[in-house]
């Protein structure tokens, strides 16, 4: 008889059980790396989305209000009305001191979208908040700065986290010094 058992060649039944159980383990162990790994990889990519939309409208914002001549920022900062000096045949900006272009320029929320009144339907941001992140109170976009030829842009972003239920939020603010502000 023990020359029957060391002569086996085969597994036992509690044998094959054990290895797939400890297979299985490595298996989900794997799947669930793979699953975190995939989700990450999503909020980091919708994050970069989100810093990338945010600075773009602060680089639009600032080329459209660089060269104004009047700025009036609404009461609840989430919008502002602004007149550029008057151009010459050649597209330049005239050196009159004190000329205005007769028309009123306005950038606002609406909505959810950051706007202009020359393109409304195409917005400078997407998704922007009620409420600021940072502070936990009412969104003010638009503010008058140190100076009478400036105004600091408070820029917030935020979009709901494809793998997730937390919304990922995007914040710059930045300073734009009017030039020919009056």
Same mark, same amino acid.
């Given at each position: 008889? +023990?020359?029957?058992?060391?002569?086996?060649?085969?597994?036992?039944? @509690? +044998?094959?059980?054990?290895?797939?159980?400890?297979? #299985?383990?490595?298996?989900?162990?794997?799947?669930?790396?793979?699953? %975190?790994? #995939?989700?990450?990889?999503?909020?980091?990519?919708?994050? !970069? %989305?989100?810093? !990338?939309?945010?600075?773009?409208?602060?680089?639009?914002? %600032?080329?459209?209000?660089? $060269?104004?001549?009047?700025?009036?920022?609404?009461?609840?900062?989430? *919008?502002?009305?602004?007149?550029? &000096?008057?151009?010459?045949?050649?597209?330049?900006?005239?050196?009159?001191?004190?000329?205005? $272009? /007769?028309?009123?320029?306005?950038?606002? @929320?609406?909505?959810?979208?950051?706007?202009?009144?020359?393109? =409304? $339907? @195409? &917005?400078?941001?997407?998704?922007? &908040?009620?409420?600021? =992140?940072?502070?936990?109170?009412?969104?003010?976009?638009f503010q008058s700065g140190v100076?009478?030829? +400036?105004?600091? @842009?408070?820029?917030?972003?935020?979009?709901?986290?494809?793998? *997730?239920?937390?919304?990922i939020y995007a914040v710059l603010? /930045?300073?734009?010094?009017?030039? %020919?502000?009056?």
């Amino acid at each position: 008889m +023990e020359s029957l058992i060391r002569n086996r060649y085969g597994i036992t039944l @509690v +044998e094959l059980m054990v290895s797939m159980g400890i297979m #299985s383990l490595v298996i989900f162990g794997a799947a669930g790396l793979f699953v %975190n790994s #995939s989700q990450s990889s999503a909020r980091t990519q919708t994050q !970069s %989305n989100i810093d !990338s939309d945010v600075a773009i409208a602060a680089e639009k914002l %600032n080329n459209l209000l660089m $060269e104004t001549r009047s700025v009036t920022i609404d009461s609840n900062g989430l *919008g502002l009305t602004y007149q550029l &000096p008057p151009t010459n045949s050649d597209g330049t900006y005239t050196s009159s001191a004190k000329a205005l $272009e /007769t028309t009123f320029r306005r950038i606002y @929320v609406s909505g959810t979208d950051l706007v202009t009144s020359a393109a =409304p $339907e @195409v &917005p400078i941001l997407h998704n922007i &908040p009620a409420v600021d =992140p940072d502070t936990n109170t009412t969104l003010r976009i638009f503010q008058s700065g140190v100076g009478e030829k +400036e105004i600091i @842009v408070h820029l917030v972003s935020g979009r709901r986290a494809t793998a *997730g239920a937390h919304v990922i939020y995007a914040v710059l603010t /930045t300073r734009i010094n009017c030039r %020919n502000m009056q």
